[in-house]
């Protein structure tokens, strides 16, 4: 299995960005997705998760609003779509799969991708 997360990078504050994480090895379509981030000194910490259908999205309080879950399951591809970017919104951003949809326990995922930097200068 394998999942490769991409698109971080350099923006400003109140700017925007879309990571995306290709998904290989497994049914794609099976698998709840979740995007997770971790800044440094900190403890990695759930952003938001998708249903395998995109029937039900979860958000945490500090993203609702500002960042928006999505997924092709044609291209076994999940999306995060990062407005009105914060400084605090700096981290390394990981996309995670789960044969369940609804935790935000990073312990309970079983693939992880291997992240991507996103950086929101002030």
């Known amino acids: 299995v394998q999942l490769q997360a991409s698109g971080g990078g350099l923006v400003q504050a109140g700017g925007s960005l879309r990571v995306s994480c290709a998904a290989s090895g497994l049914t794609f379509r099976s698998y709840a997705m979740g995007w997770f981030r971790q800044a440094p000194g900190k403890e990695r910490e759930f952003v938001s998760a998708v249903s395998s259908s995109s029937t039900s999205t979860d958000y945490a309080d500090f993203v609702k609003g500002r960042f928006t879950i999505s997924r092709d399951n044609a291209k076994n591809t999940v999306y995060l779509q990062m407005s009105s970017l914060k400084p605090e919104d700096t981290a390394v951003y990981y996309c995670?799969?789960?044969?369940?949809?609804?935790?935000?326990?990073?312990?309970?995922?079983?693939?992880w991708g291997q992240g991507t930097q996103v950086t929101v200068s002030s």
């Open positions: 995670a799969a789960d044969n369940i949809f609804g935790s935000r326990d990073h312990s309970k995922y079983d693939y």
